[in-house]
Structures are given as C-alpha cells and as structure tokens.
C-alpha cells in the first residue's frame, strides 16, 4: 500500500484493517482505530482542534521521514485520545489536550533521546508505559520536558535497560502492586529514573513487602544504587527516592558537619528519601557496589536541627542481586530527606594504667582515638585532693596525643598512684568520661 498524507477535517473516520501514511493531521475529526487495525503514520501525527481519537489498535509513529517533528505524536489542545490499543511512539510524546489511559500501552521505542512534554502544562497519566530502544548515552534517555507524569491505578512501568530522566519534575506510579515499577537487571544494563533536585520518582505503597525505587544518573560517572522501601503496614501512602549523583557538599550537607561518631562519609553520592503522604514507618534498603563504591557499615541522615549528619541506629546488611545493602529498619522519616552511607569511628580506648619510666614503652597516658573523634577535647588530671595537675584544651593546645600527660606536675614525676581524670568532649552531644588513672613503674 502507498504511503499517503492524510489530511482530516470534521469527519468520521473508522479504520477496522490497515493503513500506512506519512502523516497523519486532523482538524476536529472523529478517529476510531478498531482492534485489530493497524495503523502507521511514518513522519508524525497532528491531533488538533478538537479532534477525538479511540485507539484499539495498533497504532505506530515513526519518523523515517524529513517532515517537521518525524515520529512525534501531538495531541492538541481541547483533543482527546482515549482506548485499549498500542501507542508506539518513535520521537516525542506532546500532549496538550486529553489522554485517557484506559487499558493502553504507550511504547517509547526510539534510538534517540525522547521528550514526554506540553505546551499547556498538562501531565500525562499513561495506563502502561514501556521503555525501549537501542540509543545509547543521553540517546538512552526517554526525558520529562517542563511536566510531571504518571502511570495509573492499574498501569506499569516497565523501564528494561533505558533511562527515564525527569530533570527537575516528578515520576508517579499510583499503582500500589509491588510489580508495577520493573526494569532490567542485568549488571551494568539496569535500566532507571534520574531526576535533578527537586524531582522524584514516587510510588504508591499499600501492599506487604519491598517497593524498587530503581534510582540511578547518567550525569557523570554512570551509577545505578536503587533504593527498597517497606511498610510497616498496608495503610495507603506515598513514598519518593532520587539518587544524587555527587558531593552532598554541594546541596549545602557538608560532610564536615558529622557526628563524632561517624569517621567517613560517602563522597560520590548520596540518597533523598521522602515519605509524601500517610504515616508508615517503613524499613529502607540503600544498595551499592563495594567494588566501585567502597565499603560502608552505616548510614546517616542530614539532621536540620543540628545541621549536621547524624548517624543511624539499627542498621543491618543486605543484598540486591551484585549490589550490597544497608538497611535501616522502622524509619519514621521525623527528620529530614537525605541519607549518605558512612562508616563509624572506632570508639575511644581509654587505658587505666600506663608506665612513665623513659623506657619508650606507654611513657604517657595517649587515648585512642581521641582526636580524630573529638577534636576539641579538653583532658584534665586530679590529685586525691581535687588539685589539678595537668590541663590540655584541643582547640587552643593542638591534638592531646602529641602532648600527652606523662605522669608529671610541674615537670616532676608524681609517685605511683591513682589519679582522677575528666575528659569532655565539648561535642554536640556534650559526652563527658571520668574516671581513675594509675601510675605504674616497671622496672
């Protein structure tokens, strides 16, 4: 058959078997693809002016043309497009006007980079929406322009091995099923949702078990670290995830700003997870690669009250099919959204005894780890009678262990004994340990 331009004005046109045409352009027609029918406009297609469409076919819009938005399907303003049929879209995804999902499949299928978008605002809800293509880099991309989207109460989003970029919008699955959001999981091909801040992906829960947040970015080093979120129960609620693909410095969470107890923290990225409706707590599962990521044994939460990275409690270790996880169970999400992977800091070794006799052997009383935990320590030493003999304040007098206490007063030797310490470690938690120290002489 011919490939014709279709041209179409305030008619009824029912098409019930095949039709193949460079172009479809309608001005108010009524259009009703029949299942079973096939229909293929190979340079684009033009719903406007108050033109309704029911697609229960098979309907495909490719762009092996040099027309003026090749493969792009265009629903116009005050048009409407609703049924049970395929949509498969070559090029971009414009609506302005009415899209009723129903029971259809929206098929993004191009090997170049695609654009979900709309000159009117108007966020598309898909019933099905399929991810596909060849296109690699940013030709992976199927790409949210100036609008939000959603897949419906019955939908699925099925991403395989390409990117859905939301920039700075949102992606919504409303559908609760566990299954709703899948993607490919062959390693090194996953496929994901990238999204700048303030974007998210956001899904729907009220279901028993684990809900993929399949989070990655292509924006810089390529990095797939999804996110597993459980309720604790099956009330209704919302929860979102979005990878950031860089420095927490950079949003204004500066690593410097830590917990005592947190050594390390994750340089290379980190995780905003919010819950945006409803009241779950809910365990939440952070995947990475040990073999390009390092290991990790914690996670922390940018506290605002604090401004500073504090560290959870109740972490517990995971899997994901290559990637490993740390997992924080009963989360009440009371603070704030970002979490970061860490490791602890060893906790200070307070020795009771050490020996000042110049044999090169504990000849002062060092304390492990104290100032790389508590750099602005203050460390006081008490005689029986209260009377102090020794003062060393970190911030003015540099680390305690390069000036350690080696048993003196005034330079003098004190006789084997018990001595009373305190120790504050003048950080936020304002921790303080006091005790006895002994002298000892070995000969």
Known sequence: MKNLQFLLSSALVLFSYSLFAQIIYSNGALLSFSAGSIVHSNGGTYLNNSTVLSNDGDFTISKNSSLPLAGTFVLGTNSVSSGNGDYRVEQDWINDGQFNGDN???????????????????????????LTGNGIGLDRRKTLENVNTAVGNNGKF???????????N????????????????????????????PG?????????????????????????????ITPGTTNPGENGCRLNNYLADIDGYNLSQKESTIDLANTNFYHSIVRSSGNNAADIAISYLPSADGSWEGIANWNNNGSQW???SNISTGAL?????????????????PFILTTPLEEITIPTAFTPNSDGVHDTWEIFNLDEAYPKNIVRIYNRWGSLLYEHDSSVDGPYNQNAWKGDYNDEPMPVASYYFIIEMNDPSERVESGTISILLEK
């Not at 992606?171 to 801040?197: H, I, K, P, R």
């Not at 990637?323 to 704030?336: G, I, K, P, V």
């Open 104 to 130: 259809s499949r929206v098929h993004l299928y191009g090997n170049t980079e695609q654009f979900i978008t709309s000159n009117t605002a108007v966020m598309t809800v898909f019933n099905d929406l399929i």
């Open 158 to 168: 099925t991403i395989n091995d390409r990117e859905l970029y939301t920039q700075g």
């Open 170 to 197: 949102n992606m919504y699955v409303y559908n609760t099923a566990l299954n709703a959001v899948s993607n490919s999981t062959t390693f090194g091909q996953e496929g994901f949702v990238s999204s700048d801040v």
């Open 200 to 228: 998210y992906l956001y899904r729907n829960t009220a279901a028993n078990g684990s809900y993929l947040f399949p989070v990655g970015s292509s924006n810089g080093t390529l990095r797939y670290r999804p996110v597993e």
């Open 310 to 312: 504090s560290a959870l």
């Open 321 to 337: 099919g290559p990637y490993s996880q740390l997992q924080r169970s009963a989360w009440d999400f009371s603070l704030d959204q």
